[in-house]
């Protein structure tokens, strides 16, 4: 069964029978350290959401790239876009809730746009995304201060040289995380269910794939 998610359970209503057929796919993005998966799997946790972690698509030689402070091109993050974006139309395995979420930068529109592609391949798919904000000195410091972590601090300068804010995308919210952690997650998940009942979806109905 989806487990608890204490007072938000409230705001979930009866259930919607369309979202037996339904799917949703929440990519979280931002530069690095910016807490992409902190964030997901604390949706993961609250909805009932299968949580992917997104650099787990890098090929090798973008992870090797990264390690060694070098910026990723274009190029270099063409194939991993695509395979996140092939990924959203297959349906998680027995046991696990249908409905994802996904870390991912999207740094630029056009990532997004390819991201966005997946709904084209799966007519009952909704693709949306978080944009966690913050000043650039901030996730400079996280990064020197986090470890184990291959995405070193010199890369948060690259990925704000080409980063373009989702600002007027009507499918991506965008939250502050220049702040402690419990702030933004409340405010992620208060912001995914204002959205969710636009779209007239009704959390209590998600499938819980047999959890």
């Not at 909805?47 to 274009?74: Q, V």
């Amino acid at each position: 069964m989806p487990l608890e998610v204490g007072a938000h359970s409230a705001a979930h209503g009866d259930a919607n029978a369309a979202l037996k057929t339904e799917r949703y796919v929440w990519f979280i993005t931002g530069p690095t350290a910016c807490g992409k998966t902190t964030v997901a799997k604390y949706l993961a946790e609250k909805l009932n959401l299968t949580f992917l972690e997104g650099d787990d698509y890098h090929p090798k030689a973008n992870i090797e790239k990264m390690s060694r402070g070098e910026a990723l091109t274009d190029q270099d993050r063409a194939d991993w876009l695509a395979a996140l974006r092939d990924h959203e139309s297959v349906t998680p395995e027995p046991g696990k809730a249908p409905h994802l979420v996904i870390t991912c930068s999207a740094l630029k529109k056009s990532y997004r746009d390819l991201l966005r592609e997946g709904a084209n391949q799966a007519d009952n798919l909704r693709v949306r995304f978080i944009f966690l904000n913050a000043p650039e000195e901030v996730l400079v410091e996280r990064a020197t201060n986090r470890k184990g972590h291959y995405a070193k601090a010199n890369l948060v300068h690259s990925q704000f040289e080409i980063l373009e804010r989702p600002d007027g995308e009507p499918d991506c919210i965008t939250v502050d995380v220049n702040r402690p952690m419990e702030e933004t997650e409340k405010e992620v998940l208060d912001k995914v269910e204002a959205m969710l009942r636009k779209d007239n979806t009704d959390l209590s109905a998600m499938p819980d794939g047999g959890l």
